[in-house]
């Protein structure tokens, strides 16, 4: 069982071998870098199974990303009711992930999984 230190009491709880995980290149433009640390691209190793025992899929990324990798505490910035929240384009290895099954797509070793803003102040 791995506990993600740090993470307070709603941490995520995943059993898995350290061998276990999918490889995935994870991008944020338009704005969003600046909720992960100001870093552009991430190369993060998610276990490959979310914390039913289920593959990981983009919905498990996204929660992921919010509890180990997102410094800023403006998660809605990113997520509203436990989606991406509208007005985040999400690409899939380059296509909408519309055409790809949005956050039930199933992740593979090293897709390239890209946020971007469309959002803006005014």
């Not at 995980?21 to 909720?35: A, D, N, R």
């Not at 993060?44 to 498990?60: G, I, K, T, W, Y």
């Not at 180990?68 to 990113?78: I, S, W």
């Not at 997520?79 to 999400?90: C, H, K, M, Q």
Request: proline share 4%; net charge negative.
């Amino acid at each position: 069982m791995v506990e993600l230190d740090g993470l307070g009491p709603n941490a995520m709880k995943i059993d898995c071998n350290i061998r276990d995980v999918v490889h995935i290149i994870v991008e944020f433009t338009g704005g969003l870098e600046l909720l992960f640390s100001n870093q552009r691209k991430h190369q993060v190793p998610l276990p490959s199974r979310d914390e039913n025992n289920q593959p990981s899929n983009l919905a498990f990324l996204t929660r992921y990303l919010c509890e180990t990798l997102m410094k800023d505490h403006r998660k809605e910035m990113f997520l509203i009711d436990g989606t991406v929240r509208p007005g985040v384009l999400v690409l899939i290895n380059d296509a909408d992930w519309e055409l790809e099954g949005e956050d039930k797509y199933e992740l593979k070793n090293y897709d390239n999984i890209l946020f971007v803003s469309t959002l803006h102040g005014g």
